[in-house]
């Protein structure tokens, strides 16, 4: 009995947490997304009374999400996020294994000044680092300052407000959260499995994609996962460094919140996105979990 | 500069505060627009202590607003946007009582804002001034000669004239209510129409122009108009002002001027209110009746190159300033400046959706 209570006091934290911090505001903006636009404070009606503890008289209703399904601007911006996002975490991956690799096959030395190298950049807030992009890239920036001088080129680059911009930037500031979960999976890796793999006779290429790889497979979703979600609500580097033709689904929802006080449609659009993110999430647990 | 402004606010934050018995103030007013002294004389002279935090759209401030329990003690939304917020109840009545120095202000200019605000009961004007047209006057001529029309919206809104400007860079405000009522008036729409037909007209042309405007945003300009990073800016006029004084300051060669462009303009008002839940409501009126003090409101417009609506003030503002028809633009020019209308909701989602059908081509 003892033991018991100790371990709903074990997992009881966490569960508050969770409820205050993430049902609780779910369901605000849940309810929001079901109201009507109103010129108030504030700007939505309520959609039930309080009759005592319990609600009465409903009045929400799902126009908000058909109005979604009306305009494609709200579809297009959803697509392109996903294909920012993919594309950013394709090339996070390509980055960041070879160094995730070299990490773990260091020496205990060097491994801990390497990574502490990664995880040097998050002591200083994201947004200073993506101001300090901009100063790189910009039409005076140190990039196209030092080509020029060096004569590679003889025009200035458009290097901001380009995808160029917005999808180095992304894979700059996230490729952290790819580099380190891959970390943590190599470094586990039992050498002896390549040992043995040389010995029955497979070359370094062939041991390395039917050994290592398959193995990483854990890192490679968990730093595909890490990266992928942030990166497709991504409202700040959009907005800074992307140009004007850049329709993702954070500035979209910037433009329902503030432009058209939308608060209702913005509520809406933030649920879908949501589901977006978290329903392929329970697919791929149930698969993993299934495979298991 | 704007970064400078607000360190100087900190510090004359974090320097005069010897009275906080005095209590505080929390004021939320655009960027780059105030002098760099206008807190610290305040807080010298009452021992208030004042946080002063900056904002570069009327959205992001309405937003806080209708969200409630901003904060602050003292905003500054544009009249048009203010008219609507007060529908919503967002704001407390003035005490004119307390505002002695109300006397001082224009009574035309307070006529106009009338509109917005029956009777002057929740606003008075901060500064006010127009949307027009900041330009390198170097690299204009480069481009187009001296016939460039520099006088007129076709230097930004005709596709040949924008084509050829591209290279060095056009950027236009993030505000879709002045900037598509502005290529209205281009059109020869009445800029003032909230019809949808209309919007989508100016967004048509506004499309076509497009692909030869490097962004849109509404502070980052001042800086690239002065470095040359940019070369035409549809803006506000006391911003481009300040662009050309860091030109002139750096001595890079570049040379900034604005103009109302002889078509018309948006001209604004910024209106001083004070929100329903302000918690510091004896202290804003005491802010509110410093600021409207000739001298102070005089060193303000020294400053930011904007116009104030205090006649007294008119005495002690720099000559160079007076003369300036872009800042206080002579009789005729007036007579072709428009006020935005209040949007209701569906104006305001008709003209959004334009805006973003411009900037995304969706």
Known sequence: ?292 | MKLKTILMATAAVAIASPAAAEGTLNIYNWSDYIAEDTIQKFEEKTGIKVTYDVFDSNEVLEAKLLAGSSGYDLVVPSASFMARQIQAGVFQKLDKSKLPNIKNLDSAIMGNVAEFDPGNEHGVVYMWGTTGIGYNEEKIAERLGDSAPTDSWALVFDEGNAAKLADCGISMLDAPTEIIPAAMNYLGLDPKSKNAEDFKKAADLLAKVKPHVRYFHSSQYINDLANGDVCVSVGWSGDIFQARDRADEAENGNTISYVIPKEGALSWFDMMVIPADAANVENAHKFLDFLMDAQITADITNYVWYASANIPALELIEQEILDDPGIFPPDDVKEKLWVAPVYEARADRAINREWTRVKTGQ
């Open chain 1, 1 to 292: 009995m003892a033991q018991r209570l100790k371990r709903y006091l074990v997992i009881l934290p966490p569960f508050a947490w969770l409820l205050l911090f993430f049902l609780i505001p779910f369901f605000v903006v849940f309810q929001v997304s079901l109201a009507d636009l109103r010129l108030q404070r504030p700007p939505f009606s309520p959609i039930f009374d309080w009759d005592g503890w319990w609600p009465t008289n409903f009045t929400g209703d799902l126009e908000n999400y058909w109005f979604l399904l009306e305009d494609s601007l709200y579809i297009n911006s959803y697509l392109n996020s996903l294909k920012t996002a993919f594309f950013s975490s394709l090339v996070c991956l390509a980055v960041g294994y070879p160094i995730a690799y070299v990490i773990a096959r260091a020496t205990p030395n060097w491994r801990n000044t390497l990574l502490l190298l990664v995880i040097l950049p998050f002591w200083t807030s994201s947004l200073l680092r993506i101001y300090a992009l901009i100063g790189m890239y910009s039409t005076n920036g140190f990039i196209n300052t030092s080509l020029l001088n060096i004569g590679i080129i003889s025009e200035p680059l458009q290097l901001m407000n380009t995808d160029f911009a917005v999808y180095s930037a992304i894979v700059i500031t996230y490729l952290p959260l790819m580099i380190l979960p891959l970390y943590s999976t190599l470094q586990k890796l039992d050498e002896d499995l390549l040992e043995a793999s040389s010995d029955l006779g497979a070359s370094p290429f062939q041991s390395f994609w039917q050994v290592t790889l398959p193995l990483s497979a854990p890192g490679i979703v968990a730093g595909c996962l890490l990266v992928f979600i942030p990166a497709v609500g991504e409202y700040v580097i959009p907005a800074l460094m992307g140009g004007p033709g850049q329709l993702m689904i954070g500035k979209t929802l910037w433009t329902e919140y503030f432009n058209n006080r939308d608060w209702p449609l913005a509520s809406s659009v933030a649920m879908i996105m949501l589901a977006v993110l978290v329903i392929p999430m329970m697919w791929l647990r149930n698969a993993q979990s299934a495979r298991d």
